[in-house]
Nanobody, 122 residues
Framework: QVKLVESGGGSVQAGGSLTLSCTRS????????MGWFRQVPGKEREAVAS????????FYAASVKGRFTISQDDAKNTVYLQMNNLKPEDTAMYYC???????????????WGQGTQVTVSA
């Protein structure tokens, strides 16, 4: 069983920064991308950013492009999401995920983290 352990959520004021971390308990050959989704109550889970070894560049949702940066440290089996210039609309539960395809969709997620709350106040 692969576990994804997240950390780094919290509360900040608008304009502030947070860094989320997601560490995998072990690497599997079936994982082709990793990244982050977020969800607010009453809305569908949306892909925020993902990274895949076979992709030319990371994926970013339009709403976070230019403010968020995803990166990975293979030696630590860890993926990071650096979030700058945070806005109140970034408030959500953020979930780390490992997917079987480079297309980062909930349909193809094989492992989910437990979620970490990010709250941005105006």
């Amino acid at each position: 069983q692969v576990k994804l352990v997240e950390s780094g959520g919290g509360s900040v004021q608008a304009g502030g920064s947070l860094t989320l971390s997601c560490t995998r308990s072990r690497v599997t050959t079936s994982t082709n991308s990793m990244g982050w989704f977020r969800q607010v109550p009453g809305k569908e889970r949306e892909a925020v950013a993902s990274i895949a070894p076979g992709a030319p560049s990371p994926f970013y949702a339009a709403s976070v492009k230019g403010r968020f940066t995803i990166s990975q440290d293979d030696a630590k089996n860890t993926v990071y999401l650096q979030m700058n210039n945070l806005k109140p609309e970034d408030t959500a539960m953020y979930y780390c995920a490992a997917a079987t395809t480079m297309t980062f969709s909930p349909t193809y997620v094989q492992h989910w983290g437990q979620g970490t709350q990010v709250t941005v106040s105006a």
